[in-house]
């Protein structure tokens, strides 16, 4: 993998993470803030042994949590997780 490219997530996990944005899973799922305080979250579907890390701004692309803590620094949570 290149450095700088985060690890393609496959188009099904994609539109279901979209699918089920449209049904407010994100209010359910773990919420953090990178480096830049742009938020993330941390959704219940997995690729490559990693979550796949659905971001709240429009021009980012899901990555895994591996791959954005690579590029946006490390990710804090903002919320309680339990």
């Keep these: 993998?290149?450095?700088t490219r985060p690890t393609p997530i496959p188009d099904d996990?994609?539109?279901?993470i979209c699918e089920d944005s449209l049904l407010t899973a994100p209010?359910?799922?773990p919420?953090?803030?990178?480096?830049?305080?742009?938020?993330?979250?941390l959704t219940d579907y997995t690729h490559d042994g990693d979550h796949v890390m659905l971001p709240a701004p429009g021009d980012?692309?899901?990555?895994?949590?591996?791959?954005?803590e690579h590029l946006h620094g490390p990710l804090t949570t903002t919320q309680p997780t339990g």
Excluded: F, H, N, Q
């Design 13 to 16: 996990i994609v539109s279901d």
């Design 31 to 41: 919420k953090y803030e990178d480096r830049d305080g742009e938020t993330w979250w």
């Design 27 to 29: 209010s359910t799922w």
């Design 60 to 68: 980012t692309p899901m990555m895994l949590r591996r791959d954005a």
């Design 1 to 3: 993998m290149d450095d």
